[in-house]
């Protein structure tokens, strides 16, 4: 079974900043089926990119994503306020342990 | 548009069995999977298995296998999963999540939260 690890696990930024959040899978994958989530204290998790690189309906040009074969990158281009908040990866059934955009 | 709605909030003693649902609307019903996604307090996502709202064909996670059991309504556009003999590590939010061709969840539900507790 593909393990997804991603880093780090806090991210510590100001408004503003660029974030960059890896996400490793344990063997090579196929692009197509990475997806990243951004969820927010107490909402569900909502679909922010997919294939690994293409925005979903709604999603800002802010967020790209990027990566192939066992290493993806969520980049978010000026953090705002409301981009604070928990990402995962995800490839099929198996989901990343997380990371944790915070204001710093 | 798109939504999931489920059921509210439930509190379930050890050993007892829970039944959630989620109501599909803005879509057809039948022309996607549904996927259901746990998450207990202050931890990540859990992914629980998978329905097939066509045939109803399922695939749950290993380690939940002969607790859990999903189904849906076609006639209600309805999905449901009942977890069975709680146990207090089964506190959690769940969620269903409707899953496109790439396994991707592009729809959520707002999530229900279950507490198993004595």
């Known amino acids: 079974e593909i393990v997804l690890t991603q880093s780090p696990g806090t991210l510590s930024l100001s408004p503003g900043e660029r974030a960059t959040l890896s996400c490793r899978a344990s063997?090579?994958?196929?692009?197509?089926?990475l997806a990243w989530y951004q969820q927010k204290p107490g909402q569900a998790p909502r679909l922010l990119i997919y294939?690994?690189?293409s925005r979903a309906t709604g999603i800002p040009d802010r967020f790209s994503g990027s990566g192939s074969g066992t290493d993806f990158t969520l980049t978010i281009s000026r953090l705002e306020p409301e981009d604070f908040a928990v990402y995962y990866c995800?490839?099929?059934?198996?989901f990343g342990q997380g990371t944790k955009v915070e204001i710093k | 548009q798109v939504q999931l709605v489920q059921s509210g909030a439930e509190v379930k003693t050890p050993g007892a069995s829970v039944k959630v649902s989620c109501k599909a609307s803005?879509?057809?019903?039948?022309?996607?999977?549904l996927s259901w996604v746990r998450q207990a307090p202050g931890q990540g996502l859990e992914w629980m298995g998978w329905?097939?709202?066509?045939?109803?064909?399922?695939n749950y996670a290993q380690k939940l296998q002969g607790r859990v059991t999903m189904t849906t309504d076609t006639s209600t556009s309805t999905a449901y999963m009942e977890l069975r003999s709680l146990r207090s590590d089964d506190t959690a939010v769940y969620y269903c999540?409707?899953?496109?061709?790439?396994?991707?969840?592009?729809?959520w539900g707002q999530g229900t939260l279950v507490t198993v507790s004595s």
């Open positions: 995800q490839l099929g059934k198996t």
């Open positions: 063997q090579s994958v196929s692009s197509n089926y």
């Open positions: 329905i097939s709202a066509y045939n109803g064909n399922t």
């Open positions: 803005g879509y057809t019903f039948i022309s996607y999977g």
């Open positions: 294939g690994a690189s």
């Open positions: 999540a409707r899953e496109t061709a790439q396994q991707l969840f592009d729809y």
